[in-house]
C-alpha cells in the first residue's frame, strides 16, 4: 500500500490524538503561514477589462466607428460600438475557462472549518488553519487541508476531483492516541478539495496552502501556464514575423487603394481591416490556455507537473530511464517462496527465520517476515547478535517455553548453511537450489536453529552445531499495469532502459518478467570505474543497466541525449538530482522521494509507478496533437480571410469584409480555436514516436498539405464573392455568398478536423451555421449587416465547398494523427 511522508519538523507535540492546539501552539505554528491553496485574485472583472483592453479587435471597432463617424454614418458608427457587447462577452466567457484553474478549484474548497483550539470547538475560516489543528468534518463537506484521519467509522470520500475516479474511496483512522508516525498509507488521509461522503471524520492537519497536494496543482497550472517554453518563443518569434507582413500588406493595400482613388478613409479602413484579419494574436493565447489544460490532465494522471517546459516535452519522450525499485516493482518485499528442509514443514522455516527477525529493525526483509507469520510463541528472548556485513547472519537466542534455550539464525544461505551439520551431498544439493532461486530475481535468506546445551555461555554466538531448516525466498513484486506499459511503449517504437543498483541477475529477472527486450533483455552489468556512456554506445540496444552509480547513471542520459533521443529520468533521492536536472523530463517519486527530487523535477509522479509515465507521456501526445490541431484551423481559417481581404480590394472592387463581418468572424474563430480541441480523446495506443530533438509542430508534408487545403477555401471565397457580384454589381450579394462560403468553410474544417467526436465541436459547428442562416436570409438583419438573403443555388454551392473543404481537412486531420511532427 502506498505510504505518504508526514513533515514531522511542522507539527508540534501534542498529547494525545484527540487533543487541539493552545493558542501559543497556534501561535508558533504561523511561522507556516495561512492555509491559502488557491491564492488571492483581483476581482475577476477588473482582470476581464485588463485582459480585453490588450485586445486589438476593441480598438479596431472602437477606430473604425470613430472613422464612420466622422463620415457622418451615424448607424454605421453605432453597429460598431454595439459590437463590443458580444465582443466582451465572448472574452469574459473564453476569461472564465481559461482560469478555471483556479476558480473551479475554489468551488471545491471549504471556505470554513470546524476546529478545536483550547480545549473549544469553533468555526473558523479555512484559511486561518495551521498545521497540527484538530478539525471535524461531517458528510457533505470537503476536506479544508491535508491531514490524517484520528477519528471516524465507515468513512467514505469522493477523490474524483484528483483522480478522476468517480467511485467512493473507503478511508481508516489512525489509532486516536498513537503519536504521529513518519509516513502513513493513503487510506489514513483526508485531502483538500476531496469531499466526505459518509461518516464523521476528526482530521488532524499536516499540510496547508501550497503544500497540499490540491495547493501543488494550482502553483503548477498558474506558473507553469505562464512560463516561455521553447515552442512558446518559437511562436513567439512566428508572430513577429506575420505581423511585420500584415503590416506591410496593410501598407501596400493602403497605398493601391489611394492609387484607385477611393480616399484616404477607404484606404485606411481597408488597411485595418486586413491588419485584423491577418493579425495572428490567437496563437500565443491558444498556446498557453493549453499549457494550462495540460496540467490539469496531467494531474489526473497522477503527474503532478512543476513547469510548463514538462507539459511540452513529455509527449516527445523517446526514451524512458526508470528505477526499478518503487517504480517497475512495489518497493516492498513480500514472501514468495518457502523451501523446507527434511523434517520441517513451510510454517516451522517461517518461525525459525521470525525468531531470528526483531519486529522493530525497521528492515523490509524482518517486517515482511513478521506480517508473514503472525504472531510467535511464548518465549524470553536471552541475547542478540546483529547482522553486519562482515558475519552475513542475525542470531537470537530464546529461552521457550520447555526452558531450553534455542539459537535461531537467518542471513544469507552459503553463511547458515557453513553453520549446520550437512553432509557434503546435502550442502551441495541446497547450494545448487539457492542458485536457482537467485537466477529467478529472488532475494534470498536461509535459517537455522540449535538447542544450547545447558551451562553454555550465551554471551557468544554459536559458530556451529546448527540444525538447518529451509530457504525463504522474498520478492519485490512488479506493480500492476507495468507489463501493460512497457508494451505499449515497445510498441510506439520508445526505449525503456532500467537502472538499478541491484545484481544483474535479479534485475534481468525483473526486466523479463515486464516484457523488456521481447522476453530476452540485454543487461549491461558496470563496474564503478565503467564510462557509462562509452559502455552504452559500445553495447547498442542495452534494456537493463545493473549495478550503476549516480554519476553513471548521469553519464547514460547524456550518452542517450548524444544519440538523438528526448530522455525522462526517474529519481527519488538526492544522489538523482543531477540525472533529473540533466534530462528532458525529469520525474521524481513523491511518495517516497527527497525534497531535493522533487524540487528539481518538474514532474512529480503521486504514486511513484511507471504506468503513470507512460500514461503521462500520451496524454502529452494526445494534448499536443489537440493544440496541432487547434493550430491547423488557425492557419486554415486565417488563409481565406486574409487572402480575401486583400485580393479583392488590390482588384479594385469593393471591400469583401466591413469590419461587423470581422467581428463576426472573430466571434466564430476565436471561441472554436480554444474549445473545439482541447478535449479531443485519443483514438488508440500510442504513435510510433518520431525522434527529433528540435520541436515543431508540423512536418514539411502537413505544412503543404495546410497550405493546399488554406489555398482551395481561399479560392472558393474569392471565386463565390466575384460570382455572386455578377455584371450588376451586386455588392451586398457578394460579401453574403463570401462570408456564407468562409463560415461553412470554418464549420467543415472544425468537422474533419474533430470528427465531432466531442459535444463541444457539435454546438461550436452548429452554433457557426445555425445563425449564419438566421442573419444571411432574415432581410432586416442582411440589410443591417450590409448582406442581402442567398439563393437556392447559391446554399448548394455553399453545401459543395462544406463537403470538399471537409474531405480535405479530414486527409489532413490523418495526417496529423499519423505523422504529428
Not at 87 to 94: I, Q
Not at 737 to 754: H, K, N, P, W
Not at 773 to 800: C, E, F, I, T, Y
Request: net charge neutral.
Amino acid at each position: 500500500m502506498t505510504q505518504r511522508r508526514i513533515p514531522l519538523d511542522k507539527m508540534p507535540s501534542l498529547g494525545s490524538g484527540t487533543s487541539g492546539l493552545s493558542a501559543a501552539q497556534l501561535e508558533a505554528q504561523r511561522r507556516y503561514g495561512f492555509n491559502d491553496i488557491v491564492p488571492q485574485t483581483a476581482s475577476g472583472w477588473l482582470v476581464v477589462v485588463r485582459d480585453t483592453a490588450r485586445d486589438p479587435m476593441l480598438w479596431f471597432l472602437v477606430l473604425t466607428a470613430a472613422l464612420f463617424g466622422l463620415l457622418g454614418q451615424v448607424t454605421e458608427s453605432m453597429t460598431l460600438l454595439v459590437a463590443i457587447a458580444p465582443l466582451l462577452g465572448m472574452d469574459a466567457y473564453l476569461h472564465r475557462r481559461t482560469s478555471a484553474s483556479s476558480a473551479g478549484l475554489a468551488s471545491r474548497l471549504a471556505s470554513s472549518a470546524r476546529v478545536l483550539r483550547d480545549g473549544q470547538w469553533q468555526d473558523i475560516p479555512s484559511r486561518e488553519l495551521a498545521p497540527g489543528d484538530l478539525v471535524e468534518v461531517t458528510p457533505g463537506e470537503y476536506f479544508p487541508a491535508d491531514g490524517l484521519l484520528v477519528s471516524g467509522n465507515g468513512l467514505q470520500v469522493d477523490e474524483s476531483t484528483l483522480t478522476g475516479e468517480s467511485l467512493p474511496v473507503a478511508k481508516r483512522s489512525l489509532e486516536p492516541a498513537a503519536p504521529i508516525p513518519a509516513s502513513a498509507a493513503e487510506e489514513h488521509w483526508g485531502t483538500a478539495g476531496t469531499r466526505l461522503l459518509t461518516g464523521t471524520a476528526r482530521l488532524r492537519i499536516v499540510c496547508i496552502g501550497s503544500e497540499t497536494r490540491y495547493g501543488e496543482i494550482v502553483r503548477s497550472a498558474s506558473a507553469g501556464g505562464h512560463a516561455a517554453t521553447p515552442l512558446q518563443k518559437a511562436i513567439g518569434e512566428l508572430v513577429a514575423v506575420l505581423l511585420g507582413l500584415a503590416i506591410l500588406m496593410c501598407i501596400v493595400l493602403a497605398a493601391v487603394r489611394l492609387w484607385h482613388g477611393h480616399g484616404w478613409i477607404d484606404a485606411l479602413l481597408s488597411a485595418v481591416t486586413l491588419a485584423v484579419a491577418a493579425l495572428p494574436e490567437e496563437f500565443p493565447v491558444v498556446y498557453t490556455f493549453f499549457l494550462g489544460v495540460g496540467v490539469f490532465r496531467l494531474a489526473r494522471k497522477k503527474a503532478l507537473v512543476r513547469r510548463a517546459v514538462a507539459v511540452e516535452n513529455i509527449g516527445r519522450i523517446s526514451c524512458i530511464v526508470s528505477d526499478k525499485t518503487g517504480t517497475i516493482t512495489a518497493g516492498s518485499l513480500v514472501l514468495a517462496h518457502r523451501d523446507p528442509a527434511n523434517g520441517q514443514d513451510e510454517s516451522s522455516v517461517l518461525q525459525v527465520a521470525t525468531m531470528a527477525a526483531r519486529p522493530d529493525s525497521g528492515d523490509p526483509l524482518d517486517q515482511a517476515l513478521h506480517a508473514a507469520a503472525g504472531p510467535l510463541p511464548e518465549a524470553d528472548r536471552l541475547a542478540d547478535f546483529p547482522f553486519t556485513e562482515a558475519r552475513r547472519r542475525e542470531t537470537v537466542i530464546w529461552r521457550l517455553a520447555t526452558g531450553v534455550a534455542t539459537a535461531f539464525t537467518k542471513g544469507a544461505p552459503e553463511t547458515v548453511l557453513a553453520a549446520c551439520d550437512l553432509s557434503e551431498s546435502e550442502r551441495t544439493d541446497w547450494l545448487a537450489r539457492v542458485e536457482a532461486h537467485a537466477r529467478s530475481g529472488r532475494k534470498l535468506i536461509g535459517c537455522a536453529r540449535h538447542d544450547i546445551p545447558a551451562g553454555a555461555s550465551l554471551a557468544v554466538e554459536p559458530e556451529g552445531g546448527f540444525r538447518f531448516a529451509g530457504l525463504l525466498a522474498f520478492e519485490d513484486p512488479v506493480r500492476d499495469g507495468v507489463r501493460e506499459a512497457v508494451a505499449d511503449c515497445m510498441a510506439a517504437g520508445m526505449r525503456v532502459i532500467m537502472v538499478t543498483g541491484d545484481h544483474p541477475a535479479t534485475a534481468e529477472a525483473i526486466a523479463r518478467e515486464i516484457g523488456l527486450g521481447a522476453g530476452a533483455p540485454k543487461v549491461l552489468a558496470l563496474r564503478p570505474d565503467d564510462d557509462a556512456g562509452a559502455m552504452l554506445d559500445a553495447h547498442g540496444a542495452v534494456h537493463v543497466v545493473a549495478r550503476a552509480t549516480p554519476p553513471q547513471k548521469l553519464a547514460l542520459v547524456q550518452a542517450l541525449q548524444a544519440q538523438g533521443e528526448l530522455v525522462a529520468v526517474t529519481g527519488d533521492g538526492v544522489n538523482d538530482v543531477p540525472a533529473l536536472r540533466m534530462a528532458d523530463v525529469g520525474v521524481a517519486m513523491g511518495e517516497r522521494g527527497t525534497r531535493s527530487a522533487r524540487e528539481v523535477a518538474p514532474v512529480v509522479l503521486l504514486d511513484d509507478n511507471f504506468r503513470t509515465i507512460v500514461d503521462a507521456v500520451a496524454e502529452g501526445r494526445q494534448l499536443f496533437l489537440n493544440l496541432r490541431l487547434a493550430f491547423a484551423y488557425l492557419l486554415l481559417v486565417h488563409l481565406p480571410l486574409v487572402i480575401g481581404a486583400a485580393v479583392i480590394p488590390l482588384m479594385d472592387l469593393p471591400l469583401l469584409f466591413l469590419p461587423i463581418h470581422i467581428v463576426w468572424l472573430e466571434l466564430v474563430i476565436h471561441p472554436t480555436a480554444m474549445l473545439a480541441f482541447q478535449d479531443l480523446p485519443a483514438l488508440g495506443p500510442l504513435a510510433p514516436v518520431r525522434r527529433h530533438r528540435r520541436a515543431r509542430f508540423f512536418s514539411t508534408e502537413a505544412w503543404l498539405t495546410i497550405g493546399a487545403v488554406g489555398g482551395l477555401a481561399s479560392v472558393a471565397v474569392v471565386w463565390s464573392y466575384l460570382y455572386a457580384l455578377g455584371a450588376d454589381q451586386n455588392v451586398e450579394h457578394a460579401r453574403a455568398m463570401a462570408m456564407t462560403v468562409l463560415l461553412v468553410a470554418s464549420a467543415a474544417i472544425t468537422t474533419g478536423l474533430t470528427k465531432l467526436r466531442q459535444a463541444s465541436a457539435r454546438w461550436l459547428v452548429l452554433g457557426t451555421l445555425a445563425p449564419l442562416v438566421v442573419l444571411v436570409q432574415v432581410p432586416p438583419v442582411s440589410r443591417w449587416l450590409n448582406l442581402r438573403p442567398l439563393h437556392a443555388s447559391d446554399w448548394g454551392l455553399a453545401a459543395l465547398v462544406f463537403v470538399i473543404i471537409g474531405m480535405a481537412t479530414l486527409g489532413l486531420a490523418f495526417r496529423l494523427r499519423k505523422h504529428p511532427d
